[in-house]
């Protein structure tokens, strides 16, 4: 109890402190608010010394890098709803790409829109929410996407090449093209960012600008500037390219978007050379988005809004480049479900700093409520970070949640996957009857961070696996109530 009201008093003083101490003079803080599709935490500030992303690592060193950051389904849809109404995909009711969460929670208030009903400037422009799935009461400005190089396909083209798959008439997986450094879709998407800056400095208003960048998501298109970042030989690939020993043979999805793409071989057995491609590829589209954030971040202080801005980066899920034998997301291990979490707050002595406590995707919503002075609805599901980014060490919540659906033997079940300090925890159980198991894994992080061997079965185990098990249904009580 003592704790936990000591939470509260620190996040209180917080805020009180920043818009007390605010360079803006007490005026609430502007919002920068970014997404990329795709983003693994794979980048400068994570401690790969290969990728190339200065801009995000310019980011980092004015804010906090959470390392331990879990998105609650590691597809869009599911986690982006869970991000931007602060509730978990069992609340939302979306676990696929087709559900709006609007048709189970017709009323609730997004996190733009909480700044939208306090007076702000809400925008949104690239991929905030999936696909056709928008949502018209987040924004005061409705974003039309009409600048040239833009295009109906933003995320980029290479259906334009001579190779193409006939059934899904999409091109490669990875193309340089010989557009120009800040070209193609997200080259177009900064520009309009940067427009939007412009026109929100010369309101009165406070702003939230969300903008949502579309790579590194495949395709792996990129001005080939950004490809020669890389020598492909130097790039290593996944150091575990096997199954997981021991997992039930559904933890893993066997097909996957990349499948889909022109000329790919068969995804569950890529050559090593076709892997490097890939990668290559992939980190080029990194840098490529990395570079366009970089000119929105550039924007900002140009204009003199840095300073009374918080800015917030997060990737919508992690991602596979080889581990377990596969590629693409969809699925409860690390690799998914862990994701890239920076938010900088000005003025915080704690820039520059990172954190290794244990956070939810879900926490994103209460935590921008806060530092921007906003109430928040009762509804959320997460628990605001402002005491971590106070002090990035301050002892943190237990466990973090992730879930992923599945079908086995016609059943359809649910992998509810719990992240301890040291394990990985899952159960896979009856969608609609928790208490039917089909199957429980087990990864210790300590001797095996690559959660290469599931030892749930191991007689060795049964009271870890008991004390897990409680400590897995204490976490998710009444986070799931009526499944459908």
Known sequence: MFEQLLVVVLALMSAAWLFAESPAGGKRPNVLFFVSDDLRPELGCYGNDIIQSPNIDRLASRGIVFNRAYCQQAVCSPSRSSVMTGTRPD?????DLETHFRDALPKVVTLPQLFKNNGYTTQGMGKIYHGA?????????RYVRDRPGGGSRPGGDSRNESIVNRQTGRGPAFLATDDASNGGGDGALAED???ALRALKQGNKPFFLAVGFYKPHLPFVAPKAYYDLYDPAQIPLATNPFLQKGAPNYAMSNGGELASYAGVPNILDLPDDYARQLKHGYYAAVSYMDAQLGRVLDELDRLELTEETIVVLWGDHGWKLGEHNRWCKHTNVENDTNAPLIISVPGKSSAGQSSDALVEFVDIYPTIAQLAGLESPKHLEGT?????????????????FSQYPRSSRGGRLMGYSMRTDRYRFTRWVDRRDHSKVDAVELYDHETDPEENENIAADPANAELVAELTRQWEAGWQGAAKSLE
């Open 133 to 141: 799935l928008q949502d018209p009461p987040s924004w005061s400005i």
């Open 91 to 95: 609340t939302t009711k979306v676990w």
């Open 193 to 195: 960012a940067i427009d």
């Open 384 to 400: 605001s970070l402002v005491p971590l980014i106070d002090d990035p060490h301050h002892d943190w919540k237990p466990a973090a």
